[in-house]
């Protein structure tokens, strides 16, 4: 695989359920974010990690937790979601923090909360 | 703060028209870089162009081209004779010099969506 990549890609969870999105990067990147792009609105960034640490918990709601193992990989473990959490979530990755670093993208999970 | 505005929420031509789309932008950074990235149905984010702050020079690509002027903190994006396949939504977005509160983190405008009717 190449590039980064997003599981599952659809996904429909009720308010009481936990489950979890996973994001890779095979691009040797050091950085990784997660974003919450919903109808309407512009891409909302939720959190950022560099070399594993979270640099950026941009006041997302603590049903919403992040998790990075490693620098290729990044989770978002979601818990007793709202129906106002449904959305495309989506996950990126960048050679470092520096503003002149394009991101790149994954295709996103497209969740929905009932 | 940083702010992108694209003030075009939907734009519809017709196979082979042309078709610019208008970022504006506001930051107090000296050093700033802006993107555009587009979006097709896939879900993915494409990127598409960077430029810095101190380069205002046009830049070309095949069909793409941007116009960058500073002087009205604008960021355009034009299409030339544009077809089916370019149908996505087009972001821009700004992000500020690495070492202040903006780091590199992206802000988006809210998107243009781009159809092309064959």
């Known amino acids: 695989e190449t590039g980064v990549t997003q599981t599952p890609r659809h996904l429909v969870m009720g308010m009481t359920n936990k489950k979890s999105l996973k994001c890779e990067q095979h691009l040797g990147h050091n950085a990784m974010y997660w974003y919450k792009q919903s109808a309407k609105k512009p891409l909302e960034l939720m959190f950022v990690?560099?070399?594993?640490?979270?640099?950026e918990n941009n006041s997302v709601p603590s049903r919403f937790s992040p998790e990075c193992p490693n620098s290729s990989h990044l989770f978002l473990h979601l818990h007793t979601l709202q129906p106002e959490d449904s959305a495309l979530y989506l996950c990126?990755?960048?050679?470092?923090?520096?503003?002149?670093?394009?991101?790149?993208f994954g295709p996103g999970t497209r969740l929905t909360v009932l | 703060a940083q702010k992108v505005t694209q003030a075009q929420t939907e734009i519809s031509v017709v196979e082979k028209e042309d078709v610019t789309l208008d970022c504006v932008y506001e930051?107090?950074?000296?050093?700033?870089?802006l993107f555009w990235y587009k979006q097709p149905p896939s879900g993915e984010l494409v990127f598409l162009i960077r430029r810095n702050s101190f380069d205002e020079q046009n830049e070309i690509s095949g069909r793409y081209s941007w116009n960058f002027q500073k002087s009205t903190s604008s960021f355009n994006f034009t299409i030339t004779a544009s077809q089916v396949v370019d149908s996505a939504v087009y972001f821009c977005a700004l992000s500020g010099a690495a070492g202040g509160t903006s780091y590199g983190k992206l802000t988006f405008g809210q998107g243009t969506i781009l159809t092309v009717h064959p």
């Open positions: 990126a990755s960048s050679p470092s923090l520096r503003s002149y670093n394009e991101q790149f």
């Open positions: 990690y560099s070399l594993e640490e979270r640099v």
């Open positions: 930051t107090r950074d000296t050093t700033y870089y």
